[in-house]
Nanobody, 118 residues
Framework: QVQLQESGGGLVQAGGSLKLSCVAS????????MGWFRQAPGQQRELVAG?????????ADSAKGRFTISRDVAKDTVTVHLQMNNLKVEDTAVYYC??????????WGQGTQVTVAS
């Protein structure tokens, strides 16, 4: 089992920045991908940024040039960060951390609210 603990959400003015962090603990050896998804009210959950194998990144078009995903690896934990700059009102959503590996390893964090005010 893998546990994910998110932090860093909050309220920010448009144009501002936030940094989300997600600490993965437990059976971290099974993880080969980590990423951030978001879900706005009435919308489907969507990928924001992903990190595959610790090196390959992919971003939603809406995130390119503004968001950066990165990770830190420690002995017993892996932390993935999402630096979000030049935030827009449309970035408002609940952001979820995800960690995945071979079936059946698929884990989600509890979500953290990001609200961007105009």
């Amino acid at each position: 089992q893998v546990q994910l603990q998110e932090s860093g959400g909050g309220l920010v003015q448009a144009g501002g920045s936030l940094k989300l962090s997600c600490v993965a603990s437990g059976s971290i050896a099974v993880i080969n991908t980590m990423g951030w998804f978001r879900q706005a009210p009435g919308q489907q959950r969507e990928l924001v940024a992903g990190l595959i194998g610790g090196r390959t990144t992919n971003y939603a078009d809406s995130a390119k040039g503004r968001f950066t995903i990165s990770r830190d690896v420690a002995k017993d934990t892996v932390t993935v960060h999402l630096q979000m700059n030049n935030l827009k009102v449309e970035d408002t959503a609940v952001y979820y951390c995800h960690a995945g590996g071979e079936i059946p390893h698929d884990y989600w964090g509890q979500g953290t609210q990001v609200t961007v005010a105009s």
